[in-house]
């Protein structure tokens, strides 16, 4: 049963991973700083893996990491430091 157990883990996480990867592939630096959350909503409706989740709880997620995101690039901003990249950052706070 373990073994079992451990297989599916496994494959569970391979499969995030690799979502991940595809996500954050697909995703274009330029569009993400232009427009964070219709990027950010792209990257939960167009791979399935939240498949599960309503409209409402991918809007909340979004609208979070949109405001995390608006928020550490304004702090960059006035620190005089480099940008956030915006596509791994989104992809980041939905997974």
Known sequence: MNSLRFSYLVSQTTDLE????????????????ENPKAVCIDVVTEFGEFALFSNQNK?????????????????????????????????VQVY
Do not use: Y
């Open 59 to 91: 809007a909340d997620v979004c609208a979070e990491a949109v405001d995390k995101l608006t928020d550490l690039q304004n702090q960059a901003s006035v620190s005089g430091k480099s940008p956030l990249d915006s596509c791994s950052f989104i992809v």
């Open 18 to 33: 690799v979502a991940q990867i595809d996500a954050f592939s697909a995703c274009i630096e330029s569009d993400a700083v």
